[in-house]
């Protein structure tokens, strides 16, 4: 069964830094590209970075580039994003997604992890 | 920039037809994605690539896109269909866009 775990989320003061983490399981991870995705409270699912199976293509929404930097071990099979300058509009649940394909739709998601950006 | 134009809401009566569309410029030439995400739950896919159905999904659901206009198609809506519903795309290789998602109530 294929599985995605991410943690690493929790309360943080605007322009500090977060790392998270999304362990995978079931699957050969390095085959697949992956994903996240996050929803603000109450909002809806916004795309915000992607990488290849090999990790060579890294690609991000402008509301986050320049700040998070996606990444992967797939000696560990986890997929990592690492969040810098956070400001109070990244509050958000955190998603990580295998991509069935690339540029393809994501299955399954992760049961996510909440990022709270607040002083 | 692309973006996809869901309606906020859609009501459908128990074991009748619902249908929720998903707006774009000529997204006919794209492939789109649906994912159902019901309340404190991670959204599920529940067709990919226009029309393929993950092993789990009943036939009632399936899709069709055309033009500027991709439509996702509930037959015999049943009360655990209620969530909230999302089209996906990729505006181009390297950016993947939400529509804003659309409520679908069951009466």
């Known amino acids: 069964e294929v599985q995605l775990v991410e943690s690493g989320g929790g309360l943080v003061q605007p322009g500090g830094s977060l790392r998270l983490s999304c362990a995978a399981s079931?699957?050969?991870?390095?085959?697949?590209?992956m994903t996240w995705v996050r929803q603000a409270p109450g909002k809806g699912l916004e795309w915000v970075s992607g990488?290849?199976?090999?990790?060579?293509?890294?690609y991000y929404a402008d509301s986050v580039k320049g700040r998070f930097t996606i990444s992967r071990d797939n000696s560990k099979n986890t997929l990592y994003l690492q969040m810098n300058s956070l400001r109070g509009e990244d509050t958000a649940v955190y998603y990580c997604?295998?991509?069935?394909?690339?540029?393809?739709?994501?299955?399954?998601w992760g049961q996510g992890t909440l990022v709270t950006v607040s002083s | 920039s692309f973006e996809l134009t869901q309606p906020l809401s859609v009501s459908v009566a128990l074991e009748q037809t619902a249908r929720i569309t998903c707006g774009g410029n000529?997204?006919?030439?794209?492939?789109v994605h649906w994912y159902q995400q019901r309340p404190g739950q991670a959204p599920v896919v529940v067709l990919y690539?226009?029309?393929n159905r993950p092993s789990g999904i009943p036939e009632r659901f399936s899709g069709s896109n055309s033009g500027n206009t991709a439509t996702l198609t509930i037959s015999r809506a049943q009360a655990g269909d209620e969530a909230d519903y999302y089209c996906?795309?990729?505006?181009?290789?390297?950016?993947?866009?939400f529509g804003g998602g659309t409520k679908l109530t069951v009466l």
């Open positions: 079931g699957f050969t991870f390095s085959s697949y590209a």
């Open positions: 690539r226009d029309n």
């Open positions: 997604a295998k991509n069935l394909g690339w540029n393809d739709g994501f299955d399954p």
């Open positions: 990488i290849s199976g090999g990790g060579g293509g890294t």
């Open positions: 996906q795309v990729w505006a181009n290789s390297t950016a993947g866009i």
């Open positions: 000529n997204i006919g030439s794209k492939i």
